[in-house]
């Protein structure tokens, strides 16, 4: 039905109070911004511009993750310098990287301008609520990159104690002033999984996976969270046994005579479909849930383990470098999964929304830490050109992250809206 405002002073007073309920939300999330306005912010060009803000407050709806990458010259929003909390793996500038380039692109969509992440604005719409990044280490390196962006207005007492004795893996952040929860759950499968090869673990062991099985180490923490950002990625490249129901169904690369082979994409669809079917089904859950979709690596000249590297310092055009392949394979199979359970979530109320970065960090061969990023476990005789330097290209996750939770906010407004009228 068409919304007249006229109909609201003619409704009954329940309609009025879940108006005013309505009008008090925004109110409360504009003045904030108001308050904030000159709040400590690293770059002048970052700040919050209220007029601007009120402009855009309305996101016009466009396809974000469509476009190319443009220069720009203002860089990144922040540095090792103005954040403390870049882990070394990320911070490439420390380790001697000689090119700043490559963080001075900003991602421009086809049909609209993506907004800067805006700090105070995204804190306004998280105020009260947690985020959790499900999935692995480059899950977490986005987490690492909102970290960041937080930084310029907020700093986060870590509160991991409270909830793990693992917190390397699984890391819990507290912002006390917004009163959000932010938490990395490492998942690199999100199906249950374990160690198969006699020769113990390493980076391409031999693993079994629970196809049918959500990995507890997420799923036991999840149901309160309200927005989860759900990825996987290069984890399902390594060999891999599949078990449903208990059973060996088949495998990718396992080199036994007696179990089927299959293709990588059998496993990684079966584990989205397992970890959204989780969600769907957890009584408690009222979160929203994002697919971050599959992130490329670029080694060039080798694969990873035969020398390969990433040492290029531009972007590519979209004409130099097309989605396809494996990229495109794993890309189409999650968002396959995702639209599944967007169907199913709509019967339930809850929301599956895709996060399609793909094709914006296929054409980022210059954004990885290559030889400039150190780690306890990573062998630095080996190039990483799969996680991302901060700052860098990454951050550009946010801006989109920021964007659907801000469109999903409006479109729960209005649809609250015309329940009323
Ligand atoms: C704020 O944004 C508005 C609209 O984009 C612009 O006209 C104005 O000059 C901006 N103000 C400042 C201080 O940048
Ligand atoms: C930040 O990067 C610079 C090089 O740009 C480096 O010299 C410095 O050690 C780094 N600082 C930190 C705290 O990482
Ligand atoms: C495959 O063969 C090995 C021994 O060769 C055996 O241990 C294993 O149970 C067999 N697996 C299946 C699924 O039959
Ligand atoms: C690191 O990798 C190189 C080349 O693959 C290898 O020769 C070396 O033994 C590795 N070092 C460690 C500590 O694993």
Not at 44 to 58: F, K
Not at 145 to 170: E, G, I, M, Q, W
Not at 228 to 241: D, E, H, T
Not at 322 to 339: A, P, R, S
């Amino acid at each position: 039905m068409k919304f007249h405002a006229t109909e609201l002073s003619s409704g009954n007073s329940s309609q009025k109070r879940l108006f005013l309920i309505a009008f008090t939300l925004i109110f409360l999330t504009i003045i904030p911004l108001y308050l904030l306005k000159n709040s400590r912010s690293p770059l002048p060009s970052h700040s919050v511009n209220i007029s601007d803000l009120r402009s855009r407050e309305r996101v016009k709806e466009c396809d974000i993750f469509t476009g190319k990458w443009v220069p720009y010259l203002r860089g990144p929003y922040y540095t090792n310098a103005t954040c403390n909390l870049i882990i070394d793996q990320q911070n490439c500038m420390k380790f001697g990287r000689p090119d700043t380039e490559f963080m001075k692109w900003r991602w421009r969509p086809e049909e609209c301008e993506l907004p800067f992440f805006n700090t105070v604005q995204f804190l306004g719409l998280v105020r009260g609520k947690s985020m959790a990044f499900v999935g692995d280490s480059v899950g977490r390196n986005q987490m690492q990159s909102l970290l960041c962006l937080l930084a310029s207005v907020v700093h986060p007492v870590d509160v991991s104690h409270k909830y793990t004795s693992d917190t390397t893996y699984f890391r819990y952040w507290f912002y006390s002033d917004y009163r959000f929860t932010l938490a990395t759950l490492w998942s690199p499968f999100l199906v249950k999984s374990c160690d198969a090869d006699p020769s113990g673990h390493s980076l391409n062991s031999l693993m079994n996976l629970y196809l049918d099985q959500a990995d507890k180490a997420w799923a036991s923490q999840i149901e309160n969270f309200d927005y989860v950002v759900i990825s996987a990625g290069q984890w399902f490249f390594r060999p891999l046994i599949y078990y449903l129901n208990g059973q060996i169904v088949s495998c990718h690369n396992c080199n036994k005579e007696n179990i089927t082979a299959v293709t990588k994409y059998y496993g990684y669809r079966m584990a989205f479909r397992t970890a959204f079917r989780t969600l769907l089904r957890l009584k408690g859950f009222k979160g929203i849930t994002f697919l971050r979709t599959f992130s490329p690596s670029h080694f060039e000249n080798g694969a990873w383990n035969a020398g390969g590297s990433c040492p290029r310092t531009k972007p590519y055009t979209s004409e130099e470098m097309k989605l396809e392949d494996y990229n495109l394979e794993f890309y189409l199979t999650q968002v396959e999964e995702l639209k599944k359970a967007e169907k199913e979530g709509r019967k339930r109320g809850l929301k599956f929304v895709l996060l399609a970065t793909t094709e914006a960090m296929l054409l980022r061969p210059d954004g990885h830490p290559n030889h400039y990023g150190h780690s306890l476990h990573w062998n630095v005789t080996v190039a990483d050109c799969v996680h991302w330097c901060l700052p860098g290209p990454i951050d550009t996750w946010n801006e989109f992250l920021l964007y659907v939770i801000k469109r999903e906010a409006q479109r729960s407004f209005r649809g609250e809206l015309q329940k009323i009228v």
